[in-house]
């Protein structure tokens, strides 16, 4: 092996990137197994590459390339977006989190399975926290996301204030904290939850449609304020009417008043309950049936007849709108 200070310092960095895995010394021995083997066909750097890649060692990605990429893959990049949520299973509950990460090429969405989702349920990773995430990649029609199912494949990086701005939709205090609910062009629909701060807010007297900009580290508001800009409802919300003759839509924003109340049912599967239900809403024109699946299906005990119902991100299928796990439902007077 060669003794100059240039090869050590490419050693001392490779191995890092290993050595949670296995000691230097036996990193260093498949090292020399390798170059002995390949001889001066490969380079030293070449040698200690792949004795990385035997101790599960990957080079990072660029998140544009994810979308020609297949099995286990590297990225790095900044926390952009972060939720976690229960849910059930055969043997009780998981926990799953959703990120959405950027770099200087593209952003991707991030699932991370129970002992990586504690992460961000505990409040390690959160939005500005800049990581490096190693997962599968996984691809559904044309979404390409990166999934994560142990906490040793999510490193910090860094640690950053983040911003975020959008038309301010809903707040609420919940047991322990409060959300903010936003929505703008480039994100979307994005609930915010928040340990402290809420005086922040509550200086920044937002009502519903207002432009508000947020600045907040982990689970800290730290700078809330409002802008004159007001959202075009007309364009945000879709017409129930529209809904009524649609066959499929993806992620619409739909209002009304409650005008019927079904049943709360369930339905029995050999791995899982799904419970759901139903209500109706209507606005001067039409009138739409709403099925509340999994966790939404809550808010039923909540509807009474005249109350104002926001759905947000949610999809219509055969001129009835289905909100899933990924819609936001709100119950107003």
């Not at 035997?54 to 893959?73: C, D, H, M, Q, W």
Request: proline residues 1%.
């Amino acid at each position: 092996m060669s003794q100059n200070s240039e090869i050590w310092e490419k050693i001392n960095d490779i191995y890092s990137k290993v050595s949670a895995k296995v000691s230097k010394e036996d990193f260093l021995r498949r090292y020399e197994e390798i170059a002995e083997h390949f001889g001066d066909t490969i380079t030293e750097e070449t040698a200690l590459m792949l004795a990385a890649y035997t101790f599960g060692y990957l080079p990072r990605s660029k998140i544009v390339e994810l979308r020609n990429a297949k099995g286990e893959v590297t990225i790095a990049g900044t926390v952009t977006y972060a939720e976690v949520r229960d849910f059930k299973k055969k043997e009780g509950k998981g926990l799953i989190a959703k990120l959405t990460i950027a770099d200087e090429t593209a952003e991707t969405t991030a699932i991370l399975w129970d002992e990586a989702a504690e992460l961000v349920k505990v409040g390690d990773v959160f939005p500005g926290c800049e990581v490096e995430l190693k997962g599968f990649v996984k691809k559904r029609e044309d979404l390409t996301e990166i999934f994560v199912n142990d906490a040793s494949n999510v490193s910090i990086l860094d640690r950053k204030e983040a911003e975020m701005e959008g038309y301010f939709i809903e707040s609420q205090e919940l047991d322990g904290g409060f959300r903010l609910i936003l929505a703008n062009d480039r994100d979307g629909v994005r609930t915010l939850h928040f340990k402290k701060g809420l005086e922040n807010f509550s200086r920044a007297e937002a009502e519903f449609g207002r432009y508000i900009k947020l600045k907040f580290f982990s689970d800290e508001l730290i700078f809330a304020e409002t802008k004159e800009d007001k959202l075009d409802e007309t364009k945000f919300f879709t017409k129930l009417s529209d809904v009524a003759s649609a066959a499929d839509m993806q992620g619409i924003n739909a209002r009304g008043r409650v005008s019927g109340i079904g049943m709360l049912r369930k339905i029995v599967r050999e791995d899982r309950t799904i419970r759901y239900a139903e209500i109706y809403i209507s606005d001067r024109e039409e009138r739409v049936r709403v099925l509340l699946w999994g966790e939404n299906a809550a808010i039923f005990k909540e509807v009474d007849v005249g109350k104002e119902v926001l759905i947000l991100n949610a999809r219509v299928k055969d001129g009835e709108i289905h909100c899933g796990a990924k819609a936001t439902v709100i119950i107003r007077d």
